[in-house]
């Protein structure tokens, strides 16, 4: 099929390609960097998950039947990706230290939400932590998590109630809302 373009020169399949991975990426990125740094912890870890993301994505750009699953399609890339940092031996030999260097703040990445909430879902288990940040930030249902994670709509259900149970036991007083009603 010929597509011509409003300066009249022929359009490429692989320039259309281009051009719609292009606008995916300008329109999404902010919004999965912060999915991304939320389920790393750290922004460099979420700018590098991102980036292979989108080059996953670009490969794969032709495969994805149904445009509007493309968000679907991004998400669970990223939950793959972080989960398979964790399984490379090089990760687990990483030492950390008590002390983190000067860094730019992460503001940009919180959108209003307390930066002390996120810390404290940082301390979840990382399985626990993709059911929280995808249910709770992204918004999604429980099907939809368990779709994107690969697992069943009890486990996501089990997961998060879990994870809740130990985010109340974790929230000092400062940041449990039942604290201000009182």
Do not use: C
């Not at 009249?8 to 919004?31: H, I, K």
């Amino acid at each position: 099929m010929q597509v011509i373009s409003e300066t009249g020169a022929e359009v490429t399949p692989g320039a259309r390609r281009d051009a719609e991975n292009s606008a995916y990426l300008a329109a999404r990125q902010a919004s999965l960097l912060r999915t991304a740094y939320l389920l790393t912890g750290d922004r460099h870890q979420a700018e590098d998950l991102v980036q292979t993301a989108f080059a996953k994505l670009y490969l794969a750009w032709d495969r994805v039947q149904e445009r509007d699953s493309v968000d679907g399609y991004v998400r669970r890339i990223l939950v793959n990706e972080n989960n398979s940092l964790w399984r490379r031996a090089w990760k687990r030999r990483e030492l950390t230290t008590e002390h983190l260097p000067e860094s730019a703040s992460h503001d940009a990445y919180d959108e209003g939400r307390s930066a002390a909430l996120w810390e404290l879902v940082q301390t979840l288990p990382r399985k626990a932590r993709a059911v929280v940040v995808l249910r709770y930030y992204e918004e999604l249902s429980e099907a939809e998590t368990a779709d994107v994670l690969g697992i069943t709509v009890g486990t996501v259900k089990s997961q998060t109630s879990r994870a809740l149970a130990a985010l109340r036991q974790r929230t000092p007083a400062a940041l449990d809302p039942r604290e201000e009603e009182r």
